[in-house]
């Protein structure tokens, strides 16, 4: 029997309501927002905003907007900021955590809306969700990528970086690394080094703490990766071999730091992050010593605080331990993912899953005699750049402002050539 458009309509209307329903009960599969939006109190507003950062995410992905909260106070500080969110209950998180300003939007439409009467000339973005095109649409915003960390992982140099006006990294490593392996893109033109702002407080909670006679391994693996290519992590092929090894040596006491989305992919990482979870909380400690830990604090500062020495997979963690200046493990995937040549990865000693028997004496080595560690100082700058307490919030801050002064130019570059008015 054909459909009539009344029934079409009904049918429609029902789906509606279907998705508000299951919306409203949180009954959605991972990863997708609940759309929850504030648009109909935005419709027809302006807001007093500068600057936006727009985060379509779900709370599981929190972790990648968290590291920049500080950084971004400052910067409201002198320009006003609002983070702009397709979630409710990101927004709730954001609003609580962050001491930001925080809007959730469900339609590109009420966005418009809003924009077109605002004064916002500048958005920033801490990852490459696809959602990210909703805001990628306004050409009178100036768009720049955050991220959340700089690395190795040849999944940095995303084709998806091209989107974006300019990148924000961290030194002259991100811009040589996009240099050489990004295609059609001129990184010199785009790449913006603004350093780490995130350290400050990693300096200043290990400035504040004291290690005692019994060194603390810090473990902190990166999780399996978006696709094969990409699987870094070291969890699931030497994971609980290493943390035996160290425990068992009666030398070291150990810190676990899992990465958050340890798991989400495959399973057998989530299995093997619980075998080093309950492995660690029933051996005993060293005498003298902390007991054996998970750390699942938001902010990895406290955990770099307490540390004497990183074992890491190839990821951001490696670039930001850095700033410490002490030593550092680099694990090698043990399956198809692409190692690239770098500074760092030439310099740091390698961990290989087949190798793991022998990293109590690597680490011996590495804190007894530090061969590298010259070496590693010397890269510090290169890759970090200016660590003095506060110099990379104050290079992020003139970076968003010199930003917003081209985008102002382009603007009143476009009226000019159309005839129309400056938008101000």
Known sequence: ????????????????????????????????????GEDADLLGTSWPYEVLVYFADTPDALYQIEQWYSTLRALDAEHRVVVVTQDSRTTRSV??????????????????????????????YVNHNPQNFTCLRFGNLVHA???????????????????????FVAGRAAVERMDRFSTLYDAQARCVPVGRPQLDEQLRLRAETARGPVPTVLYAPTWEGGQPSAEYGSVATLGLSLVRALTASGRYRVLYRPHPLTGVRDAGYGEADREIREFLAAEPAVPGAPPHATDVHRDVSQAFAAADLLVCDVSGVAMDW????????????????????????????????EDVEGVVALVDRELG????????????????????????TRRFVDACERLMRIRDAEVARIAAASGTSDDG
């Not at 309509?9 to 009954?27: D, E, F, P």
């Not at 609003?95 to 500048?122: C, E, F, I, M, Q």
């Open 95 to 124: 609003r609580r955590d962050s001491g930001l300003d925080v809007r959730t939007v469900a339609h590109y439409t009420t966005l418009d809306d809003v924009l077109g009467r605002s004064p916002t000339k500048l958005a920033l």
């Open 322 to 353: 850095l700033v410490t200046g002490e030593p550092i493990v680099v694990t090698r995937p043990g399956h198809g993912a692409v190692v690239a040549a770098s500074p760092l990865q030439e310099v740091a000693p390698s961990l290989r899953p």
């Open 145 to 167: 990528s955050l991220m959340h960390g700089d690395s190795d992982k040849l999944v940095s140099v995303s084709n998806q970086t091209k989107a974006y006006d300019f990148s």
């Open 1 to 36: 029997m054909p459909v009539t458009p009344r029934g079409a309509t009904l049918k429609r209307r029902l789906r509606s309501l279907g998705g508000a329903v299951i919306r409203r009960l949180g009954m959605l599969p991972g990863g997708m927002p609940d759309g929850l």
């Open 369 to 392: 005699e530090d061969p590298t560690r010259e070496e590693r100082l010397r890269l510090r700058e290169h890759y970090l750049g200016d660590t003095t307490p506060g110099a990379s």
